[in-house]
Each structure stands twice: as C-alpha cells, then as structure tokens.
C-alpha cells in the first residue's frame, strides 16, 4: 500500500472529530439539554480551528517557500482549499440540527421568538424593550469617504447595511453587536418561556437606528481572526519579563488578519463583497448559516433551562467529586505518606484548606508549586496570596502559553 493511501491529514483529521462532536447534537439518546451543548461545542471548537490551524496554514501560505506536509504532501494551500468545502457541509448540517433543536425546546415549553413572524402585541413589547434597552448604547458606524473602515474585533457580531441618501450615494454603516449586551434575552407568558437572540432583535430594528439614510439590504456577521501567535523559545535565556512579552503578543493576536466571516442569515451580495474586499477574506471562506453566529450563547440557554427546574430528564445526572471523610486533614496526612488527589473526581476542598493553614502556620517557611490554568477568581490563588503576606516565601511557576488562558494567567 502507497504511503499516501494509509495517512489522513491532520486538519481533515480534526474536522471529522468535530463532526463527531456536532453528531451529539442531533443524537436522540442525548438529552435535549445536552445536545443545546454540544451544538455550542462544536461551534466553539470551529471557532479554535480556524483562529489557530486555519490561522497557521493561513500564514504558510504568505511563505516564499510554501511547505508541503511531510505526511499528506500538501501545501497550506491546497489544504485550505480541502478544508473550506468541509467546514461548509458541517455548517450545513449545523444548521439542519438547530432546527431540530428549536422544534425540540418548543415541545418542552421554551420557543423561539420568531421576529418576522410577531403579532401586535409581541410588536409593541420588543420594541419598547429595543428603544428603552438596546437602542442608547448602540454606537452604529458610517463607512464612507469620510469615514474609514473600523476595526472588527475577533469573535464579535455586527450588523451590517447597505445606506443609500440623495447626497452621498451608496455607502454602508456597521454597528457592533458587542459582550456588553445580554445574549439570550428571556420572556414569561404562562407556562411558556420565549427566548430571543439580542442580534436578531436589532436586526429586526435596524431601520430605526439610521434616521436619515435609507437601509438598502443588510445582514449580520461575524469575524474570525488569526490568532496563531508564536513565542520565541529563545528570549527565555535573555533578561526579561516573560509576562510582559506575552502582553505584547497578546495585543497583537487581537489585530491579525481575518481568516473566516460568517453570515446570518445570507449576505447580500454587495454587502459580502464590501467586506470581503475590506478584510480582504476569499469568497470561499464566507459562510452563512442559519444557526446563531454564536452558538457560545446556546450554554446560557441550558443554564436557564436547568436553573427553572423540573427538566430533569433535559440534562445528564449533575457528578458531583467525591468528599473526604469527616474530620479528614490533608496537612496532617501528608506528613506520613504522600497523597494523590485526582481533579476533578475529588473534592479540591482538602487541598485549599491544606493551603490556608500552611500559610499561617510560622513553622512553613516556604510554599512551592505549578499552576496550569486558573480560574479568574482562583481560591488556590488567593490562599498563596495570603501565604506571602504572612511572611512566606511563595514561589509559583504558572504556564502563560495556556492557549486563550494566557490572559487570565498573566492576571
């Protein structure tokens, strides 16, 4: 058998895993709530591909020397050109399983708030909550001679229009859909619990946010951006702050070139273009979707589903880690024996507690330890916090190339 016949190339290799991922979605042995999950995994895990596969062949490709892969003996190239008709056939399919998903919920009392579709009533409450709510902090943008085009943060939604006024002609405005607003926005009408998607509701007032200019076509998008950053392992043998190399780098990520849009629910032709010129991404690697932009917002989803109670059967049993024994004291333990505790199946509770009293105890002169990924608000943190300010001498090697952990480390 030929070498080339017996090996898979890694990035189609990783694409048929995430099929696999987004295959849960639609599997009816998963409970509903779980399946909500992972439709948002799959479009998260997309999310990483692109910003750091998609990303790396992406800067191959601007190589001299375009290297082919020693496995499958493909240039970055030709394996963006194998990846893009892949990534559109499980957007597709993404699409088909949120329909399904949508039509699930309903059945269990959570429907969708269909925006072409409101009645008068539904009319008037959304557009009070959009002019009261949403409507102040909108910062919409023109683009046009006068106007440069902005900068499109990664990850971010926008809306974006085609204006026309007697003036100046054709031209375009684009208005972020930032973090700052609620996701999934939630209603109560008896036993029924509406949710809706904030981008979709501006979307469907958007003719009132640009007074003066006529609103043409439009649509809403999503940019994904390189994010493929390397670090040369050879500052580390120079005297430097490693943290503040990494802040750098970090910066920068935020401001490489765009390697994927989204668009929901299909992007005029004159608006695709714009942008695409703009951000300068090829046509095949534009997708529109049907399915949020954002599927992140799909775990909030399930969060409000399992905190309303009663849908048990929606979601997989909570496992909860195993507790010590009463009266259990890891700070007495380990003087005798070493102990292995296994996260996330144990209880860490022994260990901060180990910490805590270690670091008031004056006969510990020093505390040591590696620390990988941290939570933003980190108890273990803390405790070694409160150890140096006791007169410890607290020494903590922490991983700053956490991938998308590196800022939270560095705080």
Known sequence: MEQDSIFINRELSWLDFDSRVLALAKEKSVPLGERLKFAAIFSSNMDEFFMVRVGSLYDQTLLKNNKLDIVTHMTASEQ????????????????????????????????????????????????????????????????DQRHPFPFLRNKEIYFGVQLYTKADGIHYGIIPISNQFERVLFTKDGNVTRYAFVEELIAHYASSIFRKNSVQKSCLFRVTRNADITVDEGMMDHDIDFRDVMSELLKKRRKLAAVRLQFWPEAPQEIAKFLRDKLVVPASRCYAQTSPLDTGCLFKLASRIANDGGHGEMFYPVARPMQAPAGYDLYTEVRKHDVLLAYPYQSIRPFIRMLLRAG????????????????????????????????????????????????????
């Open 360 to 411: 008031a105890d004056p006969n510990v002169v020093s505390i040591k330890m590696t620390l990988y990924r941290m939570a933003s608000d980190s108890q273990i943190v803390s405790a070694l916090i409160n150890a140096a300010e006791n007169g410890k001498e607290v020494v903590a090697m922490v991983e700053l190339r956490a991938r998308f952990d590196e800022q939270n480390n560095i705080d």
């Open 80 to 143: 963006i050109a194998a990846i893009t008709p892949r990534v559109a056939e499980l957007q597709a399919k993404c699409d088909k399983y949120w329909q399904h998903l949508v039509a699930a919920l309903s059945e269990k009392g959570y429907q969708k708030v269909d925006f072409s579709k409101l009645d008068k009533q539904q009319e008037h409450f959304w557009k009070a909550y959009f002019q009261r709510e949403i409507f102040p902090i909108l910062s919409p943008q023109i683009v």
